[in-house]
């Protein structure tokens, strides 16, 4: 593995380079440059499965993390491909005409968190969340429990217990 990711610097200019184990290594790339990379990490690397595409919000510093998990059966090695993308204009070219289930991983992070694919098949339609008006429930800026307070009624007979103060009086009944 350490020979293809010193073959991907060179090719992709890339310096951020960490490999983790022996059969696992995580690349960050620019956001023009990550489609081809996992293209080529397919076509030419033998990188043929796409495990997941996934994303994770860096609300402070107004970003979001991509991160595409590729795995080569015939190495039995796995490569994440991280790309940073502004939150604010949250938009990432589609791998859908490499792997045609990327569509799938596109449509929930384009409902979960808002981020656009565009040309990506159906990403457009609801997925899971038929009927939301509000903004992306994954994304750190939605408050959760405001939403619940707002949208549910408060049953009767229900209590609600301090985490905390509920697993001491659990763990140790006798204090």
């Known amino acids: 593995m350490k020979n293809l990711l010193q ?16 059969d ?24 043929s499965s796409l495990t997941l595409i996934t994303a994770v919000d860096w609300l402070e510093d107004g970003l979001f993390q991509l991160t595409y998990l590729l795995n080569c059966p015939k190495d ?22 490499l792997w045609e289930s990327s569509w799938v991983y596109q449509r929930e992070l384009k ?10 098949p159906n990403v457009d339609e609801s997925f899971i ?27 009767p007979g229900r209590s609600s217990n301090d985490p905390a103060e509920y697993m001491k009086s659990k763990l140790y009944p006798n204090d």
């Not at 039995?76 to 005409?97: C, K, P, Q, Y």
């Not at 409902?111 to 990506?120: A, D, L, T, V």
């Open 76 to 97: 039995r090695t796995e490569i994440g491909v991280r790309v940073f993308i502004d939150r604010e204009n949250s938009t990432m070219d589609s791998a859908h005409l």
């Open 7 to 22: 073959d991907i610097e060179q090719r992709f200019s890339i310096t951020g380079v960490v490999q983790q184990r022996a």
């Open 111 to 120: 409902e979960m968190f808002g981020i656009h694919f565009p040309g990506s």
């Open 24 to 47: 696992l290594a995580w690349i960050t790339v620019e956001k023009s440059k990550a489609i081809s990379l996992i293209g080529w990490l397919r076509d030419y690397a033998g990188y």
């Open 129 to 155: 969340l038929e009927g939301w008006d509000n903004i992306p429930p994954y994304r750190r800026d939605f408050d959760t429990k405001k939403y619940s307070e707002e949208t549910y009624f408060p049953r």
